[in-house]
């Protein structure tokens, strides 16, 4: 069992706090997911933990079997991904599994998310579908501990997220890794999150495992994200960025 801990992080812009003392524990073989509206801090957390930002108090590490592991190996797919436009797709997935140590090339994801179909394609030239499926096989693929999905659903087609979904679910469940979704657009998948992190303002107001929250706040059967969203910070989701 692995553990990612966020513990009292908070970071300042220009004398504004945009994360307040965030705390938060992520276990391995588990599908989280980080929701938030438009600047409530998500990308900076993000960041964060991948280090590209250095928080300005509390810490960030993973637990692993007692042990505390500060150099966290992390996996980001982001939402834009315009990187090597002169390559084609296939030639960008070879460059990451000859430079990339124990990348773990998966065909059943290359072919749920049809890359067969477009790996001849420059990237360039690839629509945000193309770009989209390659930018989350690379992550998955990179076989890192932790692997943080940023809006994984967004511009691939209904097939494809259903599937995707499907995918995600059993991954988390067969690899001891911490599988984080930030997402807006997750309507129609609430059963692939294992617990459910509601950041507001820089401050998580909530995270628990979803069947938790949904009884705590009194959410029925049939809910949407929108719901649990209102019952705890007062406010409507916009999902759509």
């Known amino acids: 069992m692995m553990n990612l801990i966020v513990s009292e992080v908070s970071k300042c812009f220009n004398n504004k706090k945009v994360l307040k003392n965030v705390n938060l524990k992520l276990s391995s073989n588990h599908v989280h997911l980080l929701l938030g509206e438009n600047g409530a ?14 928080a300005d108090t509390g810490f960030i590490l993973l637990e692993r079997n007692g042990k505390k592991i500060e150099n966290i190996e992390c996996a980001i797919q982001y939402q834009q991904f315009n990187a090597f436009p002169y390559l084609k797709i296939k030639e960008i997935v070879e460059f990451f599994k000859e430079n990339t140590s124990d990348f773990a090339f998966d065909t059943d994801l290359y072919n749920l998310l049809d890359m067969k179909q477009f790996e001849n394609t420059l990237m360039k030239n690839a629509s945000g579908g193309m770009k989209k499926a390659l930018s989350i096989f690379i992550a998955l693929s990179l076989n890192k501990p932790l692997v943080i999905l940023d809006e994984p659903f967004a511009d691939l087609d209904l097939k494809k997220k259903r599937d995707l979904s499907v995918y995600l679910k059993d991954y988390a469940a067969r690899n001891e890794k911490v599988i984080l979704i930030i997402s807006h657009e997750v309507n129609e998948f609430e059963m692939l999150f294992d617990t459910i992190s509601i950041l507001d303002e820089g401050v998580i107001k909530e995270s628990d495992l979803s069947n938790n929250l949904l009884e705590r706040y009194n959410i029925q059967s049939g809910f949407k994200f929108e719901d649990l969203f209102y019952a705890i910070t007062g406010k409507r989701l916009v999902l759509n960025k």
């Open 41 to 54: 801090g998500k990308s900076t957390l993000t960041k964060i933990i991948d280090g590209e930002l250095k």
